[in-house]
Structure formats: structure tokens, C-alpha cells
């Protein structure tokens, strides 16, 4: 499977970005998809996470101001942004949520000015 991460870019704290992740493959729509992120000098770290189903979670640093959704018959996962601080600097990336991850493939970087 091939990832493909975008919609990234500069933006000022409290503005907002939409990411888009497209998946190859058949795959993608019984896989449980994450996204992640790893700002400069830090591992990589999880973002958020939705079931085949829709379901949701969320870690604490971004509960309330991202929105992880997808779309099966486009293979594709978004990352709603919103209320961005200078902290969410980072590149961004999904896979899979479960078992052994993917190729990470470029990622998108998010840059968020204060």
C-alpha cells in the first residue's frame, strides 16, 4: 500500500488546514487508518484514529480541535485542523492504526506561525 499525504502548508496560530491522505489498494476500507505526526527533533507521535465504521478517537493535545474522517470509496482519510497553535508544527502522515504500519511515505508539513 502507497500513501499520499496532503494539504499542508503555512498558516497562523488559530487558522485552520484540511489534510488529505489517499491509500493504493483494495485494502483501506477494513483497515482501522490513524493519522500521526513528528515535529522537528521528536518522534513521531499519534494523532487520531477512526474505525471502518466512523468511530473516533483522539489524543488529548488535539481532542476538540481535529476531526479525523474518511472516505472508503476514495481511499482516502482527511484531517480536519482547526484552532492550530505553533505546537502542531510538524509533518503529518496516516497509516494504519493496527498491526504493522505501512511505508511512511513524505508526509505533508504543517507549519503554524505564532
Known amino acids: 500500500v502507497q500513501l499520499q499525504a496532503s494539504g499542508g502548508g503555512l498558516v497562523q496560530a488559530g487558522g485552520s488546514l484540511r489534510l488529505s491522505c489517499a491509500a493504493s489498494g483494495s485494502i483501506f476500507s477494513i483497515i482501522v487508518m490513524g493519522w500521526y505526526r513528528q515535529a522537528p527533533g521528536k518522534q513521531r507521535e499519534y494523532v487520531a484514529d477512526i474505525s471502518t465504521g466512523g468511530s473516533t478517537n483522539y489524543a488529548d493535545s488535539v481532542q476538540g480541535r481535529f476531526t479525523i474522517s474518511r472516505d472508503n470509496g476514495k481511499n482516502t482519510v482527511y484531517l480536519q485542523m482547526n484552532s492550530l497553535k505553533p505546537e502542531d508544527t510538524a509533518v503529518y502522515y496516516c497509516?494504519?492504526?493496527?498491526?504493522?504500519?505501512?511505508?511512511w511515505g513524505q508526509g505533508t508539513l504543517v507549519t503554524v506561525s505564532s
Open positions: 497509516n494504519r492504526y493496527q498491526g504493522v504500519k505501512w511505508s
